[in-house]
């Protein structure tokens, strides 16, 4: 599983660093190195851009994964650098932005926009499996999730607009009720297709979500 991301465009990361000069920059050595949007190359990249357009960088970092709780060690070390600075420039996930949050008194500026938790299908090609919708129906639609899969989250059935297999907002895809009515039909699980289900409660993804493990 990875966060994938997509780096911001460089107008909208310069109006966010209004007023901020001096500048430390953070990326992930995980998923945004993956992603080539926050690796060692990007982040390079970055400084160059920053520094063309007047910043003064105090120092840029690559931290192994900018989401776990090696980030405090990683900030402790670099602390006279960051503290130099006006604000930190985030090249991670917007997890790993929340980290670098906790630890901080300066601003951190997201440079990367996180777009959803993905699997790899096959190499190189991500696909999102999960929304986390907190109702899950994977046990009757073959495993297929009728949330992701689906462009508009049908959860009793196809829409009117499904043709030969595929999905009508976008033709390339399969329509993913096609794919969970096949593999229903493999399981000789049919009578699944007939069970209704009521409308989604949306009381159980109530923001903010939290849990207690005991
Ligand atoms: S139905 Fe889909 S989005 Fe909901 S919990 Fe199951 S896999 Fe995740
Ligand atoms: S054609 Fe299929 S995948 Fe596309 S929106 Fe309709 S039901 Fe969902």
């Known amino acids: 599983m990875k966060s994938m991301t997509k780096q911001k465009p460089i107008e909208e990361i310069q109006q966010s660093l209004e007023g901020l000069d001096k500048v430390f920059i953070v990326g992930c050595g995980t998923c945004t190195t993956l992603t080539n949007t926050g690796g060692v190359e990007q982040v390079e990249e970055m400084k160059e851009k920053l520094q063309e357009m007047g910043k003064w960088l105090t120092g840029t970092l690559v931290i192994p994964t900018a989401c776990d709780d090696m980030t405090d060690v990683a900030m402790k070390e670099n602390e006279q ?112 297709m007939r069970q209704y289900q009521p409308p989604r409660n949306h009381h159980v993804t109530l923001q903010p979500k939290s849990m207690k493990i005991s």
């Open 81 to 192: 650098a960051i503290r130099g600075a006006d604000c930190l420039l985030s090249m991670s996930c917007a997890l790993g932005v929340h980290r670098l949050s906790l630890y901080l008194d300066i601003p951190v500026i997201p440079a990367v926009d996180t777009l959803f938790i993905g699997v790899e299908e096959t190499p190189g090609y991500f696909r999102e499996a999960c929304a986390q919708c907190g109702q899950c129906f994977l046990g009757i639609t073959a495993g297929i999730c009728p949330i992701t899969a689906c462009h508009k989250g049908l959860v009793n059935g196809p829409c009117g607009g499904t043709n030969n297999g595929k999905c009508e907002v976008d033709k390339e895809k399969d329509c993913a009720w096609t794919l969970i009515y096949n593999r229903l039909k493999e399981q000789n699980r049919l009578h699944l």
